[in-house]
């Protein structure tokens, strides 16, 4: 199917992200077949940062604003790819950051934001600082009606996440098209839950029945499935006010939220997520980032090696790329 839908999207990346099997990974992978939809290609900034600031910084420009307001925590690639695209379309960013453990990616990285030309402030915590921390930013340094384009950490927002109900409308093109078999579960990182609600939403109007797996790397912003499906069911009204057509099928029953694999919380590799980054490495020429998609790949081993995924099989949604490790411009 296409996605027929009346709102402005600034295109930042290009479709559809390659699928394989990793065929390399040998008893290690478990019982079900493990393939990849590589969505870190989609930009130089991966996947699943500039597909949501396609729709967000479209509309942004659609209401003349001249900058953009966003926060993350220090290592925060939402935050490097809304300076980094914003500067491309003409528009400045003012970033709110807060403290994370502190490691060589995270220094790195902000050297990175510090490079990307966006205006940076300090707050104390992300869960409740960044509102209040962004709102006095805002009215201390625009005053008047210049007031910046406000995005929510991860550019988790229905319209937002309109990015990736397209990337599971590509995905149902690949199936059809056969390229990858429709995959018995999907395995996706939940920080901020955009990515999730999104493709949750997009299995919904495609019809896939893959039921999607969120392995929880954030417990700052704590999302469980009843949020993710929340903002699903917003997505999925906000398409169907502006042209798509929507059936009434239920969302209960598809998701689930997967926390074991969090280890000592947001920012803190595990062991396990260690030996999932050289495995896939080493195997598969896969380059996971240890606190987000290794989690993710580590959770998805263990469960399947069990045989929590039946014949599968199983799709590893990858959102991280490489690239973003040389961007800062």
Same mark, same amino acid.
């Given at each position: 199917?296409?996605?027929?839908?009346?709102?402005?999207?600034?295109?930042?990346?290009?479709?559809?992200?390659?699928?394989?099997?990793?065929? !390399?990974?040998?008893?290690?992978?478990? !019982?079900?077949?493990?393939?990849?939809?590589?969505? *870190?290609?989609?930009?130089?900034?991966?996947? @699943?940062?500039?597909?949501?600031? /396609?729709?967000?910084?479209?509309?942004?420009?659609?209401?003349?604003?001249? %900058?953009?307001?966003?926060?993350?925590? +220090?290592?925060? @690639?939402?935050?490097?790819?809304?300076?980094? +695209?914003?500067?491309?379309? *003409?528009?400045? %960013?003012?970033?709110?950051?807060?403290?994370?453990? /502190?490691?060589?990616?995270?220094?790195?990285?902000?050297?990175?934001?510090?490079?990307?030309?966006? !205006?940076?402030?300090?707050?104390?915590?992300?869960?409740?600082? +960044?509102?209040?921390?962004?709102?006095?930013?805002?009215?201390?340094?625009?005053?008047?009606?210049?007031?910046?384009?406000?995005?929510?950490? $991860?550019?988790?927002?229905?319209?937002?996440?309109? $990015?990736?109900?397209?990337?599971?409308?590509?995905?149902?093109?690949?199936?059809?098209?056969?390229?990858?078999?429709?995959?018995?579960?999907?395995?996706?990182?939940?920080?901020?839950?955009?990515?999730?609600?999104?493709?949750?939403?997009?299995?919904?109007?495609?019809?896939?029945?893959?039921?999607?797996?969120?392995?929880?790397?954030?417990?700052?912003?704590?999302?469980?499935?009843?949020?993710?499906?929340?903002?699903?069911?917003?997505?999925?009204?906000?398409?169907?006010?502006?042209?798509?057509?929507?059936?009434?099928?239920?969302?209960?029953?598809?998701?689930?939220?997967?926390?074991?694999?969090?280890?000592?919380?947001?920012?803190?590799?595990?062991?396990?997520?260690?030996?999932?980054?050289?495995?896939?490495?080493?195997?598969?020429?896969?380059?996971?980032?240890?606190?987000?998609?290794?989690?993710?790949?580590?959770?998805?081993?263990?469960?399947?090696?069990?045989?929590? +995924?039946?014949?599968?099989?199983?799709?590893?949604?990858?959102?991280?790329?490489?690239?973003?490790?040389?961007?800062?411009?």
């Amino acid at each position: 199917m296409r996605l027929e839908i009346d709102l402005d999207r600034v295109p930042l990346g290009s479709g559809p992200t390659p699928v394989r099997e990793l065929t !390399e990974l040998g008893s290690s992978r478990g !019982e079900a077949p493990v393939w990849i939809k590589d969505d *870190g290609k989609y930009s130089a900034l991966g996947g @699943n940062k500039a597909r949501k600031l /396609e729709w967000l910084l479209a509309d942004a420009r659609r209401r003349r604003r001249s %900058t953009t307001l966003t926060g993350g925590a +220090f290592g925060t @690639n939402h935050g490097l790819a809304t300076a980094v +695209f914003a500067r491309r379309l *003409g528009m400045r %960013t003012v970033l709110v950051l807060a403290p994370q453990p /502190e490691t060589d990616h995270v220094r790195a990285q902000l050297e990175r934001l510090r490079a990307s030309g966006a !205006e940076i402030h300090i707050a104390r915590g992300l869960a409740t600082s +960044f509102l209040l921390a962004a709102w006095l930013t805002a009215a201390r340094t625009y005053p008047g009606l210049d007031l910046p384009y406000l995005v929510p950490p $991860g550019g988790s927002t229905p319209l937002g996440c309109v $990015g990736y109900v397209r990337a599971a409308v590509e995905l149902s093109e690949q199936v059809e098209a056969g390229e990858v078999p429709e995959p018995s579960h999907i395995v996706v990182a939940l920080g901020s839950g955009g990515t999730a609600a999104g493709l949750l939403a997009g299995l919904r109007l495609t019809g896939l029945r893959s039921r999607l797996l969120c392995v929880l790397v954030s417990d700052v912003i704590r999302m469980e499935s009843r949020s993710v499906a929340r903002l699903a069911r917003r997505t999925l009204r906000l398409l169907k006010a502006h042209g798509v057509k929507v059936a009434a099928a239920p969302l209960a029953g598809t998701l689930k939220v997967e926390p074991r694999w969090i280890g000592r919380g947001y920012g803190y590799a595990t062991p396990e997520s260690e030996r999932a980054r050289q495995l896939l490495a080493e195997r598969e020429g896969v380059t996971l980032d240890p606190v987000y998609t290794a989690k993710v790949m580590a959770a998805l081993l263990d469960l399947n090696s069990i045989g929590a +995924f039946g014949r599968g099989p199983v799709l590893y949604w990858h959102t991280y790329s490489p690239a973003e490790e040389a961007t800062g411009s």
